[in-house]
């Protein structure tokens, strides 16, 4: 629950900055031009909060507020840049199309298109990073420690 919780408060938090940084302009634009200026601040948003804010402190502004890290394997260390850009352009073209696989697969008909086959479980992720909380982290990071010491 706090993976999704994370997730709405990205989501949110784009949103209000794109129409924040578009608000003096609306009133002057088109419609196109109006997509736009929401579009471009909340995609440029999105990148420095999934890519950059995570290479920085181990996870975007959701995730930190809900008390969770990105980690890649298997060294449970930060991932590099390259591994986040793929992971946010995924996120960026296959997630929001999620609902659409889900429905399509009902449509369907039982059998023919399973719908694991396109909704993700959560514990997957395209380019082998995971999610854990921080305090787990913690913990294992502190065992790994003592065991590299050879503490008991």
């Known amino acids: 629950m706090r993976r999704y919780l994370a997730v709405g408060l990205d989501c949110y938090l784009c949103l209000v900055i794109g129409g924040l940084l578009a608000r003096p302009h609306v009133h002057t634009a088109g419609i196109p031009e109006t997509v736009g200026l929401l579009l471009g601040p909340a995609l440029a948003f999105s990148f420095l909060n999934q890519v950059v804010l995570t290479a920085i402190a181990g996870g975007g502004a959701g995730k930190l507020i809900m008390g969770i890290r990105v980690i890649g394997l298997p060294d449970a260390g930060r ?40 909704w993700s479980s959560g514990n997957d992720d395209p380019v082998g990073l995971r999610q854990v909380r921080h305090s787990d982290l913690t913990a294992h990071r502190s065992a790994a420690a003592e065991h590299r010491w050879g503490r008991t």
């Open 79 to 118: 991932p590099g840049p390259c591994l986040l850009v793929r992971r946010w352009l995924y996120g960026l073209c296959r997630l929001p199309l999620q609902p659409w696989y889900a429905v399509r697969s009902y449509l369907a008909g039982p059998g023919v298109l399973p719908l694991s086959a396109f």
